[in-house]
C-alpha cells in the first residue's frame, strides 16, 4: 500500500476506528516512514486542538437543565418559547469547533509556508552558483577550443615555413654520361613550394667542380656537365641548398 492510503487511516486510528490488523499495519508503516511519521504528528496536534475545543465548549456552554416544577403547583402557566436563545447556544457551539478547525489549517500550513520560503532562500544561492558554474564551464571550453585552433595554425604555419628538398637521379658522377637530377620542393605538409635551390659538386678536397643557382621553382632538372675535371676513381658529393 502507498503513504496516501496510510494517510488517509491516521485519523480513524487517532479515533479507534480501525480493526486491530489495520491498526498495527498502519503503526509498522509509520515506524518506517518519516514523511508519513511527519502526518500522524500533524493529524495528532489536531487531534489535541479538537480536544481543547470541546473542552473550551463545555466550560462556556453548560449543559442545559429543565427545572422541575413544585409539587404543590398546580397551575402550569402557558408562556411564549423564544427560540432565539437556543440558536444563539448552537452558534455558540459551532464557533468553538470552526476556531479549532482554522487553529489546526494554520498550524498545518504555516509550516509549510515557512518551509517553501526557506526551501526558496536555500535554493537561491544554489541556482547562481549552478548558473556561474555553466558560465565558466562554457568560457573554459571556448577558451579550449581557441588554444586548439591557434596551436593547429601554429604547426601549420611551421610546417607551411620549413623546407624539405627531394632529389632523383644517379647515386654517383658518371663522367661522360648524362647526370641529370629531378629536384623538388616541398614544405612539410608535401605541399610543393618555390625556392632558390643551389646545387654544387665537391671533390674529396672540398674543391667546388660545379654551381648553379635556381629561384622560383618547386620542381626543377638540374644536369651536370659530362667532362667535369673529375677522376672516375675520385670521390665526390652533390649538394642541394633550398632556401
Known amino acids: 500500500m502507498t503513504c496516501d492510503h496510510y494517510r488517509d487511516l491516521l485519523w480513524d486510528d ?7 490488523g489495520e491498526s498495527e499495519a498502519l503503526r509498522g508503516h509509520v515506524a518506517s516512514c518519516p514523511t508519513c511519521q511527519i502526518e500522524l504528528q500533524k493529524a495528532e496536534t489536531g487531534q489535541r486542538l479538537l480536544s481543547k ?33 437556543a440558536l444563539a447556544r448552537r452558534r455558540l457551539r459551532v464557533l468553538p469547533w470552526l476556531a479549532a478547525a482554522a487553529a489546526a489549517l494554520v498550524l498545518i500550513l504555516l509550516p509549510y509556508g515557512f518551509y517553501q520560503h526557506g526551501l526558496a532562500q536555500r535554493e537561491a544561492p ?3 552558483s549552478e548558473r556561474e558554474l555553466q558560465t565558466v564551464l562554457a568560457e ?40 641529370q637530377y629531378h629536384v623538388q620542393a616541398t614544405n612539410l605538409s608535401g605541399a610543393g613550394v618555390h625556392a632558390t635551390v643551389r646545387a654544387r659538386l665537391l671533390d674529396d678536397k672540398k674543391r667546388v667542380l660545379f654551381e648553379e643557382k635556381f629561384t622560383d621553382h618547386s620542381q626543377l632538372v638540374v644536369t651536370l656537365p659530362s667532362a667535369l675535371p673529375l677522376a672516375p676513381s675520385a670521390a665526390a658529393r652533390l649538394e642541394f641548398i633550398a632556401t
Open 14 to 20: 487517532l479515533y479507534g476506528l480501525l480493526e486491530a
Open 53 to 85: 475545543a470541546a473542552r473550551l465548549d463545555e466550560i462556556l456552554i453548560p449543559p442545559f437543565t429543565m427545572p422541575v416544577p413544585a409539587a404543590e403547583t398546580a397551575t402550569v402557566p402557558i408562556t411564549t418559547v423564544n427560540h432565539q436563545p
Open 126 to 128: 544554489y541556482r547562481s
Open 140 to 179: 573554459r571550453q571556448t577558451a579550449k577550443q581557441q588554444a586548439d585552433d591557434d596551436l593547429k595554425a601554429a604547426e601549420a604555419a611551421a610546417r607551411a615555413g620549413q623546407l624539405r628538398v627531394q632529389v632523383l637521379g644517379p647515386p654517383a658522377y658518371q663522367p661522360g654520361a648524362l647526370n
